[in-house]
C-alpha cells in the first residue's frame, strides 16, 4: 500500500518563476495538507483541502494556491517566487476527521519536496 | 512566545541511555501527535494522543491536557533513533501546529 507520495522531489527555481508541486494522498485517504518547512524550523501549515475545496488557510500570502483533483491528489502552485520560499513542502493525508479518531494514528506524511530559489 | 514549545532544542546522549522530550502548548487541542524527522525531510508519526500514554516498542508517549504537556521517552536508546523528533498539536480546526523539533543524536 503506498503512502504519500510527492513529486518533484528537489527543484531550483529562480526569483520571480513559478512552481507547481504535486502530491498523491495515501490509499483510502481523502484530506490533504500542505506544509512550509524553512531550514531548522517546524513545518507551518499552509492549507488543507477536501472535496476539492480549500477549508483552512495559515498565515500564507495568496502566491500560494492550490487544488485538490476528484482522485483526492493535490498541486501546491507558488507564484511570484521569492528567496525565502526556499523550504521543503510536506503533504500529509489524512481520512476526513480521521485524524479525530480516539487511539488512530491515521496521518501519514510524503517525503517532501525541497525547493531553492535563486 | 510559540504555542507549542518544545525542550531541549538538541540533545546527545550515549546508547543504552533513557531519553526525555518535553513539549508545552498553549491552545485547546484536539490531539497531540508525536513525529520523527530523519535527515531529507521525511516525516514518521509516531504517537496521537488526546489523553493518557502510550506505548509502542522502546517509546513511550504521555500526556497531561491538564497542565498543557506531553513528554515523549525512549528507553535503551540507540544511534538509530538519531533524529528530529516534533510534537505537533491538533487545534480544535483541524490544523496541525509544529514545535520547532528536537535534534537528537545518540553515539555508540
Known amino acids: 500500500d503506498a503512502g504519500v507520495t510527492q513529486s518533484p522531489t528537489h527543484l531550483i527555481k529562480t526569483r520571480g518563476q513559478q512552481v507547481t508541486l504535486r502530491c498523491s494522498p495515501k490509499?483510502?485517504?481523502?484530506?490533504v495538507s500542505w506544509y512550509q518547512q524553512a531550514l531548522g524550523q517546524g513545518p507551518q501549515f499552509i492549507f488543507q483541502?477536501?472535496?476539492?475545496?480549500?477549508?483552512q488557510r495559515g498565515n500564507f500570502p495568496d502566491r500560494f494556491s492550490g487544488h485538490q483533483f476528484p482522485n483526492y491528489s493535490s498541486e501546491l502552485n507558488v507564484n511570484a517566487l521569492l528567496l525565502g520560499d526556499s523550504a521543503l513542502y510536506l503533504c500529509?493525508?489524512?481520512?476526513?476527521?480521521?485524524?479525530?479518531?480516539?487511539?488512530?494514528?491515521?496521518?501519514?506524511f510524503g517525503a517532501g519536496s525541497r525547493l531553492t530559489v535563486l | 512566545k510559540n504555542e507549542v514549545e518544545q525542550s531541549p532544542q538538541n540533545l546527545t546522549a550515549q546508547e543504552g541511555e533513557f531519553i526525555t522530550i518535553n513539549c508545552s502548548y498553549s491552545v485547546g487541542i484536539s490531539a497531540l501527535h508525536w513525529l520523527q524527522q530523519h535527515p531529507g525531510g521525511g516525516i514518521v508519526s509516531l504517537f496521537m494522543?488526546?489523553?493518557g500514554k502510550k506505548k509502542h516498542g522502546r517509546l513511550i508517549a504521555t500526556i497531561n491536557i491538564q497542565e498543557k504537556h506531553s513528554s515523549l521517552h525512549i528507553t535503551a536508546s540507540h544511534p538509530r533513533d538519531s533524529a528530529v523528533y516534533i510534537c505537533?498539536?491538533?487545534?480544535?480546526?483541524?490544523?496541525?501546529?509544529f514545535g520547532t523539533g528536537t535534534r537528537l543524536q545518540v553515539f555508540p
Open positions: 490509499s483510502g485517504h481523502d484530506t
Open positions: 505537533a498539536v491538533q487545534a480544535n480546526t483541524d490544523k496541525l501546529i
Open positions: 483541502y477536501y472535496e476539492e475545496e480549500e477549508r
Open positions: 500529509a493525508s489524512s481520512p476526513v476527521f480521521g485524524t479525530r479518531i480516539s487511539g488512530a494514528n491515521v496521518l501519514t
Open positions: 494522543l488526546s489523553s
